[in-house]
């Protein structure tokens, strides 16, 4: 897998990953009651309607991670996802729901991390109940 071929490469020059300047697409996505600087942007991802916000590839960009959600939804499927944030549910649950769209790219992983560490909240997952499913939740631990 590329990961772990940028991951290599940046070993052999010694440098870090995001040094390399080698982004993936914006994979995961964002909903709910968080707000955030990027890039000296506010981010406010309550109003960021049914589609959330694009987790950016350079996640070192965002800052000041604010919120009064109770917990993190980490949701694996994007059809799930999209119901969720379409019937606007961390407005009845304070929640900050996010998904990878299957196997989260590393921006969506660091993203989680931030998020789990300004905030201090749970996070709680909705996986598939198969191999697949259980191999996401223990990544993302």
Do not use: W
């Not at 981010?43 to 919120?67: F, Q, S, W």
């Not at 959600?69 to 729901?97: G, H």
């Not at 990878?100 to 789990?116: E, S």
């Amino acid at each position: 897998e590329s990961d772990s071929v940028l991951d290599d490469v940046a070993v052999m020059l010694g440098c870090t990953r995001t040094s390399l300047n080698v982004v993936a697409a914006d994979k995961g996505v964002v909903i709910g009651r968080v707000s955030f600087q990027e890039d000296g942007d506010l981010i406010d991802c309550t109003r960021m309607g049914i589609g959330g916000k694009a987790i950016p590839a350079l996640v070192n960009k965002i800052t000041d991670i604010k919120g009064d959600a109770e917990f993190v939804l980490l949701v694996e499927k994007d059809a799930a996802f999209m119901r969720l944030a379409e019937d606007r549910f961390y407005n009845q649950f304070p929640c900050i729901i996010i998904t990878g769209k299957g196997q989260p790219d590393v921006a969506t992983r660091l993203f989680l991390k931030m998020i789990k560490q300004a905030l201090n909240i749970p996070i709680l997952g909705l996986f598939d109940s198969d191999p697949h499913g259980l191999k996401r939740v223990l990544d993302d631990e």
